[in-house]
């Protein structure tokens, strides 16, 4: 892959299998910078600082918003997360692909902030399947579920914002039309 310095969004509903597709993304394409956000929500088991999110307390991310420090930040399910400015426009500046892999809110807000992003919606194969998906993971209460799924209702009527919609029906399928959307 030539670098194009393209920003690429993808979001999608929680438990579409947004960190899945990048991951196998990333595996395959390492050359495509992968953004990390900040978040003021404790770390589930198995995230490192740096690599899935940067972890900070309320305050540090208050001064961040504030500082003009986010390119885009959004709060729900009792905690922030943000988009780091500055290392996203050095990426693109050096030429480098760039995902961000952000919750709509933040889609909306990048597209805001800079129109020639690329914004990607990943939708699952049905309703159902997503929320099997979002049981299955087994990280959350019944009642946080719950409130995800209901979100999910509302972000899944948002898809015609998007530039292009990818089904992740097929892990592999949906890094691939991903991929060839960055280098298009």
Same mark, same amino acid.
């Given at each position: #892959?030539?670098?194009? =310095?393209?920003?690429?969004?993808?979001?999608?509903?929680?438990?579409?299998?947004?960190?899945? $597709?990048?991951?196998?993304?990333?595996?395959?394409?390492?050359?495509?910078?992968?953004?990390?956000?900040?978040?003021?929500?404790?770390?589930?088991?198995? !995230?490192? !600082?740096?690599?899935?999110?940067?972890? +900070?307390?309320?305050?540090?991310?208050?001064?961040?918003?504030?500082? =003009?420090?986010?390119? !885009?930040?959004?709060?729900?399910?009792?905690?922030?997360?943000?988009?780091?400015?500055?290392?996203?426009?050095?990426?693109?500046?050096?030429?480098?692909?760039?995902?961000? !892999?952000?919750?709509?809110?933040?889609?909306?807000?990048?597209?805001?902030?800079?129109?020639?992003?690329?914004?990607?919606?990943?939708?699952?194969?049905?309703?159902?399947?997503?929320?099997?998906?979002?049981?299955?993971? =087994?990280?959350?209460?019944?009642?946080? $579920?719950?409130?995800?799924?209901?979100?999910?209702?509302?972000?899944?009527?948002?898809?015609?914002?998007?530039? +292009?919609? $990818?089904?992740?029906?097929?892990?592999?399928?949906?890094?691939?039309?991903?991929?060839?959307? #960055?280098?298009?």
């Amino acid at each position: #892959m030539s670098p194009s =310095g393209r920003l690429t969004v993808l979001s999608g509903p929680s438990g579409v299998g947004k960190g899945s $597709v990048v991951q196998v993304l990333r595996s395959r394409h390492p050359d495509v910078w992968l953004s990390v956000s900040v978040t003021t929500r404790a770390p589930r088991p198995g !995230e490192r !600082e740096g690599v899935e999110y940067f972890f +900070v307390d309320s305050a540090e991310f208050d001064r961040m918003a504030a500082a =003009g420090e986010l390119l !885009e930040h959004d709060a729900h399910m009792g905690a922030s997360y943000g988009t780091p400015r500055a290392p996203v426009e050095r990426q693109l500046a050096a030429g480098t692909p760039v995902l961000l !892999e952000i919750d709509m809110q933040g889609a909306r807000q990048v597209r805001a902030r800079m129109p020639e992003a690329q914004l990607v919606f990943l939708a699952p194969p049905s309703f159902d399947e997503l929320a099997r998906r979002l049981v299955g993971r =087994g990280t959350e209460d019944d009642a946080a $579920v719950r409130s995800r799924l209901d979100r999910a209702w509302t972000e899944l009527a948002a898809e015609d914002e998007f530039d +292009v919609v $990818v089904v992740n029906d097929d892990l592999e399928t949906a890094a691939d039309r991903l991929v060839a959307l #960055m280098i298009t």
